[in-house]
């Protein structure tokens, strides 16, 4: 398994990374434990999860997965094989400390709570699930209007839950920093502040990647070269979509559609695109899910991609992905899609 940079840190992670948000839900504990036992088989020691996981979020999910991952710990004593990465949710949903927004007490309530479920003293990187503000991700990307936003609260509120970040890296509670579902201008914004007040420096950011939403193609792409804050990529398969599952509005028993009670989300464009992706994968010979992975191999600004499955042979299918090459004529034909089906968002 080839490895990557962890920003500009000296720590070098797979460039596959398990995701996890199915464990709890979708799958049993001896199912989650037995995938962790695999990928670490495979060279894949880089896990990645959150207090908010099982999905779809609720009450009864909460906090699942990181049980089931502490559970494993206990169980193999291997807690240093693992470089292991939670997130801390952000606010509006009344199960998660009252619904109340990231702040500094709450990044302490949140680390605390994960530490004890994980069954470990520390976490490797900490992120940020998704900020305390609007942003073009959760609100259209044709149709964002940041003027609707508190300008003036966003400042304070970035220093004090880096300030706590600091605080919590000086007890040992967790190694490295990062963020997810973030914007360039707000990534620098911790840039600027960290540098200023001598604390954590952001090392990735967790955002979505696949054929269908390439945002980090612009100026995260930009950012990343100049400030090393590589991609750490989640739904690599547009949330099983670009399988091909759910094309014609089915939604199989037991996938994350019928669980949710829908498929990923959609317009016009969609499905047409994911037709003509499984189309040039079955023209090349390739199983579209590990292009789809392998294509996101390719980008300079990617860290790590992170993969999830519900049963092994998906796991395995995608874990293989990392040996697949992509041809010239490969990666031409699909940035010929992408650009005549570029608004899938």
């Excluded at 016009?268 to 579209?288: K, M, S, W």
Aim: with cysteine.
């Amino acid at each position: 398994m080839k490895l990557k940079r962890l920003g500009r840190t000296d720590i070098m992670v797979p460039e596959i990374c398990l995701g996890t948000m199915t464990w709890g839900l979708q799958n049993t504990e001896a199912d989650g434990h037995a995938q962790m036992d695999y990928a670490l088989e495979r060279g894949i020691n880089f896990f990645d999860t959150a207090e908010m996981y099982a999905v779809p979020p609720s009450p009864e999910t909460f906090g699942k997965t990181e049980t089931i991952i502490g559970t494993w710990f206990n169980a193999r004593s291997n807690r240093d094989k693992v470089f292991l990465a939670s997130k801390i949710a952000g606010g509006g949903r009344p199960w998660v400390r009252g619904g109340r927004g990231i702040d500094g007490p709450s990044v302490r309530e949140a680390i605390e709570g994960s530490l004890r479920r994980l069954q470990t003293d520390y976490i490797d990187l900490y992120q940020i699930h998704w900020p305390r503000r609007g942003h073009y991700h959760f609100e259209g990307s044709w149709d964002y209007n940041p003027f609707t936003h508190e300008r003036e609260a966003v400042l304070p509120n970035l220093i004090e839950v880096l300030e706590e970040m600091g605080k919590l890296v000086t007890e040992g509670k967790i190694r490295h920093f990062g963020l997810s579902n973030e914007t360039a201008w707000g990534t620098m914004q911790y840039l600027k502040l960290a540098e200023a007040h001598g604390l954590p420096r952001v090392v990735s950011i967790q955002n979505e990647y696949n054929f269908l939403r390439r945002y980090y193609d612009l100026d995260l792409a930009e950012l990343a070269f100049h400030e090393d804050v590589g991609l750490l990529a989640y739904s690599p398969l547009a949330a099983g979509a670009l399988s091909g599952k759910y094309l014609g509005g089915v939604l199989p028993p037991g996938t994350r559609g019928a669980v949710a009670g829908s498929s990923y989300r959609s317009n016009q464009y969609t499905e047409p695109a994911i037709r003509a992706y499984i189309e040039l994968a079955n023209q090349h010979g390739l199983d579209v899910n590990q292009m789809a992975i392998a294509f996101c191999l390719t980008k300079p600004f990617m860290t790590s991609v992170i993969i999830g499955a519900t049963t092994m042979a998906q796991l395995k299918t995608n874990i293989d992905a990392a040996d697949v090459q992509l041809s010239d004529d490969v990666l031409e034909g699909i940035q010929k899609i992408f650009m005549r089906y570029a608004r899938t968002l």
